[in-house]
């Protein structure tokens, strides 16, 4: 009866965590490149668009979390067992960062290419709304792609029981 509450609860701390660190990324990188208002609506538009796929990216963590917890009933009952779920929770999480990565660099070049060769940062302090826009569909395009893949990659990290061969 506790596992749902214990899923949602390392659920949201992971969440929070990792759109922590894309807010600070993005805030960094707005204040390197932006000499004038960072609080215009093209930065806002563009912080959202990053932290929705960031939000759908990490959607895909609940499908390994239940499998992990059926498959050891005594997950968080014993330490050395809530060791592993813990660790095998922050495997999934690290390779969720990574795969954002990937999505934010390879969006990052397709946007290069597509637009007049600017930066994303600069077109959306400028109020730019047209290239942010489309930095937003190319970003959501390949997440929502990206994201049903995930599970696959997931699976293949989960300690599933050994099957005996009779053969």
């Known amino acids: 009866m506790k596992t749902p509450f214990i899923i949602l609860f390392i659920l949201i701390v992971l969440t929070f965590i990792t759109l922590y660190i894309v807010h600070l990324w993005y805030k960094s990188r707005i204040k390197k490149t932006a000499v004038l208002d960072v609080d215009s609506f093209g930065s806002h538009l563009l912080e959202s668009g990053m ?36 660790s095998m929770y922050c495997l ?19 946007y290069y290419l597509f637009s007049d060769k600017k930066s994303i940062f600069i077109d959306a302090v400028t109020g730019n709304h047209g290239l942010v826009i489309l ?33």
């Open 51 to 86: 932290l929705i796929c960031t939000g759908m990216l990490l959607s895909e963590l609940i499908y390994p979390m239940r499998i992990l917890i059926k498959l050891d009933k005594n997950a968080f009952i014993y330490d050395n067992a809530t060791k592993e779920a813990i």
């Open 92 to 110: 999934y999480w690290a390779i969720t960062a990574i795969i954002l990565l990937i999505i934010l660099f390879v969006t990052h070049v397709l």
């Open 135 to 167: 930095y937003i569909g190319i970003l959501v395009a390949i997440t929502l792609v990206t994201k049903s893949v995930m599970p696959d990659i997931f699976d293949q990290y989960i300690p599933y029981p050994a099957v005996p061969g009779y053969m």
